[in-house]
């Protein structure tokens, strides 16, 4: 029973890490850059969302909503202020400035929120421990879940069916071809980056349902963890990071519980550093092609 | 090819510099299409034959010079907004997507235009090139490259354009192949096409073309009818290798 319990723990902690990692993966795959801020983005969907419960007396729900349209608004903003004017620098200026962004946030959340721990309030989401059978589950964890298959399948249909997938499919295989196609690549990448920091909202509520400490840093390790998880299961895929997510989730719950508390993040990297040695371009990832 | 000289040109190409950073590629040339006319550019490796094309289509943009379609100036459009104007490029190694279907790819083609209107261009598509029709569903990347080049120029149609920009579309193809590519080419003329075709097989372009320009390191230094220059002693040593 204990094995399950962790179990259940790891795959909610590893539908979080996949959560965050799409956001990654997407913005990867289509802009072919690391958007290093992406991890506070998800602070401040959390600190969004705190407010609206805690201050605004809002309904979880609206809370939500209200932190997801702060994030798409933040990300469609980062995307045109601070990156497009690089689209044709080298990527290591982009990777500075992505880095930049990140402590900008950060310290712009430090203003305005300070620099003590919040305590997220409760929601619907974790308000009860569910008994099935002789496990013992947060309704946390069971809307955690939830939450990332719906938005594995919602994700799947979209880049697949609708016209808007498709483009940023274009895009993600070849820039110059998708414009020749008459698709507008700057839209596109924006829209990218609108869904990733929306989900970005999405997982910070979830991380602060079930770890409710929020500080302006709250965003940094889970967000290099997802984005380890992007590159585990093969960046620029969407059911890599899903899986890569996951797994991740699973093996630091797994190690602590078993190997070592102290040691949990390691194995989470050394596991990466292994399959990578293995599998380079990570457990879905396609290998990069020559062009002919 | 004689009467549609005296209206105004489709495409016109006015004194064009391209640079990529400080290389000079594109050392003002000018050049013009008329309508239901195959030209062709033709020149040696590394002449600047694809940056023309790149810029016409708005992927690069020119330093100096316009382009013009029917009169209206399309430099600093950009390529996603020239297309919808009735331009379109099959671009020099052909640049299908590979990991999308056939039918998705010809789709893609037809991106700007209103969806109601693709089954109809698809049906004529696979009429035209019976072999899509066939792998409609298959993978893009898994085709032959014969199969791949005709998807290429396929979706470039899709779009309707008013120009049809060909890169090289016989570029590594069996002969038996390169036959078939220009047996397309001759059919889409006669349909009503108006082509402009870069090709390193100078013979067959030539062959096909009303009028032809020959590029050299960046600037054109011969035109004329097709016909002409294919019996010209300095391009038959040249391109022609005779
Ligand atoms: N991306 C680039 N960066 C720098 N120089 C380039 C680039 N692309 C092309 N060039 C240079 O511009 C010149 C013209 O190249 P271009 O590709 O237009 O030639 P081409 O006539 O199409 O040749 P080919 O027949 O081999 O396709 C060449 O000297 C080439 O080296
Ligand atoms: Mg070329």
Redesign the interface.
């Known amino acids: 029973m204990i094995f399950l319990d962790n179990l259940m723990n790891g795959l909610s902690l590893g539908s979080i890490y996949a959560i965050i990692a799409l956001g990654y993966t997407m913005v990867y795959g289509i802009a072919k850059m690391l958007n290093f801020a992406h991890g506070d983005v998800i602070m401040v969907g959390a600190y969004i969302a705190f407010c609206g419960l805690q201050y605004w007396g809002l309904p979880p729900i609206v809370a939500i909503l209200a932190a997801m349209v702060v994030c798409t608004v933040l990300g469609i903003t980062i995307e045109g202020l601070a990156y497009r004017p690089l689209r044709q620098a080298a990527s290591l200026a982009v990777l500075i400035t992505a880095i930049g962004m990140s402590y900008l946030l950060q310290n712009v959340a430090l203003m305005i929120w300070g620099a003590n721990p919040k305590s997220f309030p409760r929601t619907f989401i974790n308000s009860s421990i569910l008994h099935i059978g002789g496990l013992n589950v947060s309704s946390a964890t069971i809307y955690t879940i939830l939450a990332n298959v719906v938005i594995m399948i919602a994700l799947t249909l979209f880049t697949a069916k609708t016209k808007m997938g498709k483009a940023m499919r274009c895009v993600s295989e070849d820039r110059g071809a998708a414009e020749l196609m008459g698709i507008n690549v700057n839209r596109t990448i924006s829209v990218t980056f609108a869904i990733g920091s929306a989900l970005a909202a999405i997982a910070g509520v979830l991380l602060c349902s079930s770890y409710p400490i929020l500080q302006p840093t709250t965003g940094s390790m889970p967000g290099i963890k997802a984005f380890t998880a992007a590159v585990f299961g093969g960046i620029g895929s969407i059911p890599g990071a899903m899986l890569g997510g996951v797994l991740l989730g699973v093996i630091e719950i797994f190690g602590k519980a078993y190997i070592s508390t102290e040691l949990g993040d390691a194995i989470v990297f050394a596991v990466l550093i292994v399959v990578l040695l293995v599998k380079p371009s990570g457990l879905l990832g396609k290998p990069v092609r020559e062009k002919v | 090819m004689s009467e549609v000289q005296t209206a105004a040109p489709l495409l016109r190409v006015n004194d064009l510099h391209v640079y990529y950073g400080a290389i000079h590629a594109i050392k003002g040339i000018s050049l013009e299409v008329h309508e239901n006319e195959i030209v062709t550019l033709i020149g040696a490796n590394g002449a600047g034959k694809s940056t023309t094309l790149n810029t016409i ?3 690069l943009k020119p330093r100096q010079g316009t382009v013009e379609l029917h009169g209206a100036v399309l430099n600093g459009l ?4 020239i ?2 104007k009735g331009l ?2 099959c ?1 020099e ?1 052909r ?6 279907t056939v039918k ?1 790819n010809l ?3 037809a ?2 235009r209103d ?1 109601a209107e693709i089954p109809a261009s698809l049906d004529e598509m696979f009429q035209r090139f019976p072999r899509l029709k066939e792998r409609e569903r298959q993978i893009a990347g898994t085709l032959s490259g014969g199969e791949q080049q005709m998807l290429a120029m396929a ?2 149609l899709m ?1 309707r354009p008013k120009l049809l920009m060909l890169d090289e579309p016989s570029m ?1 193809l069996a002969p038996i192949l390169v036959e078939q590519i220009f047996d397309i080419i001759t059919e889409l003329h006669q349909s009503g096409a108006t082509i402009l075709l870069v090709e390193q097989n100078a013979q067959m372009a030539l062959a096909v073309a009303d009028r032809a320009y020959v590029m050299e390191t960046g600037v054109i230094t011969m035109q004329g009818p097709a016909q002409e220059l294919l019996h010209n002693d300095a391009v038959q040593k040249a391109y022609l290798g005779s």
């Open positions: 289509a708005g992927l950009g390529a996603s907004k297309v919808p379109s490029l671009p190694g640049r299908i997507f590979q990991q999308m998705e789709e893609m083609g991106y700007s969806p979706r470039a779009s590594g």
